[in-house]
């Protein structure tokens, strides 16, 4: 959980640079950083919660072998 909270620490550093810019680009880039945040959030948040039941999967495949 530690690392979730880093990585969106580092989001919102890259969003508050970005929003310093006025221009058309500055903006779609805040858009792209913010959405990559987002996804990075789900992914790590997906791991979280289907951890222990990967384990246990890969954990009993290789039993099986």
Known sequence: MNALLKGLAF???FVATAEDKKD?????????????GLIVAAIVGAFVLLGP???????DVIAQL
């Open 24 to 36: 058309e680009k500055g903006a779609a880039f805040t858009e792209y950083v913010v959405l990559l």
């Open 53 to 59: 039941a990967l384990t246990t999967a890969i954990n």
């Open 11 to 13: 989001v919102s550093a």
